[in-house]
């Protein structure tokens, strides 16, 4: 299991409709991500930026992420998500959500 933390910056006038969407997010949405290995995923919000965390349980985390990438209602979903989203100075060329290093994790 690996852990990813990304960031992606949220247009103020999106915020009431992008937590709207997130508080009944598609189920078909959300088979695709559990079927590609994402487990515990989370999205905060500080200040119109929004933190993501997710852990992935698979073994081929660029396989799983092309089969989200092709399926229909995700594409549909991120057509209505990206237009609320704006990514953030330094992220890489070819990102849209600016990746994180992990750098402390405490089981308890």
């Not at 103020?12 to 991500?33: F, G, N, Q």
């Not at 989370?42 to 965390?53: N, R």
């Not at 992935?56 to 990438?69: C, E, I, P």
Request: with cysteine.
């Amino acid at each position: 299991m690996k852990r990813y933390g990304m960031q992606v910056g949220l247009r103020p006038e999106a915020y009431d409709e992008y937590k709207r969407y997130h508080a009944a997010v598609w189920p078909e949405v959300l088979d695709t991500i559990a079927r590609c290995n994402i487990r515990n995923y989370t999205i905060f919000h500080h200040d119109g930026i929004l933190f993501a965390s997710f852990e992935y349980h698979g073994v081929d985390f660029r396989a799983d992420m092309a089969l989200m990438a092709a399926d229909p209602d995700t594409q549909r979903w991120w057509a209505i998500m990206m237009p609320f989203q704006q990514r953030i100075p330094g992220t890489p060329e070819g990102e849209w959500w600016m990746p994180m290093e992990e750098m402390f994790h405490f089981e308890g």
